[in-house]
């Protein structure tokens, strides 16, 4: 939450008659706010470039200082050793960076089933929270075709679709060993596979997929990936440098 809410914040005494200004602060330098003692690590470019007009040369950014509490906690992680160990699968990270943040393009899909029609107008969005793909097509008025909701519900998109049905169970995320019992006392039991073994991977599509002029496969259709938004373009461009 906010620790000082916006406001012209005193001196510390015996200076408590005058206030901050913009000339009061500078990198790897403390402040003192309310009697509690801050220190400025670092700023941002615009900051710097702001201070540099003002005619105050900016220092270096320092070093952030060490959490006691996350130290102990990454030690007491590290004593543990678990004889299975789980492997961790971190999605929360991604939701939470990239939720809200959504990549369009604009896709051509000929129809070999109704030529007549000519090629049909697609927009493919990419959620960069999950990596899942919806498509919904772009119908124009009095064409004559049926108005359908989406084109392709928003999911994970395999490369190599279709591919046939898999049993129930068949993908996971974790694969279990059977250790078979010693006797007829025992009655086994049974441990994670770290190695994986007997798992089916499949590949999906991901954001370095997704270029102008590539041909993409949904699900046997073959759609040709035209023009993409201002947006897509300025992350692309800072992702990938293209």
Known sequence: GTL???????????HEDQFYTVHHFNVNIEVILYGRKYKIID??????????????SVNPSADRPDDPYTKV???TLDRKN????????????QFLEHDGQV??????????????YGPRELVLRYYLSDDTIDIKEIIPDNSGRDVVP??????????????GLYQPGTITNHTVLNVLKKSERD????????????????????????????????????IVICDCDEY???????????
């Not at 000082?4 to 015996?14: E, K, T």
């Not at 897509?232 to 293209?242: A, D, M, P, Q």
């Open 150 to 163: 989406l084109f392709l519900r928003r999911e994970k998109l395999p490369k190599n679709a279709p591919t």
């Open 187 to 222: 009655r086994g039991w049974y441990m994670l596979d770290n190695q994986k073994t007997g798992a089916v991977h499949q590949e999906f599509y991901r954001d370095s997929d997704l270029k102008i002029g590539a041909v993409i496969n949904v699900w046997g259709r073959k």
């Open 103 to 116: 990549l369009g393009f604009l896709c051509v899909w000929n129809d070999p089933e109704s030529l007549s």
């Open 4 to 14: 000082v809410r916006r406001q012209r914040i005193p001196l510390p005494p015996p």
């Open 82 to 93: 678990p004889f299975r160990p789980l492997e961790r699968i971190d999605t929360l990270r």
């Open 73 to 75: 906690r990454q030690q």
């Open 43 to 56: 700023c941002d470019l615009y900051t710097r470039k702001f201070l540099k007009k003002m005619g105050i």
């Open 232 to 242: 897509t373009k300025e992350y692309y461009r800072t992702k990938y440098g293209i």
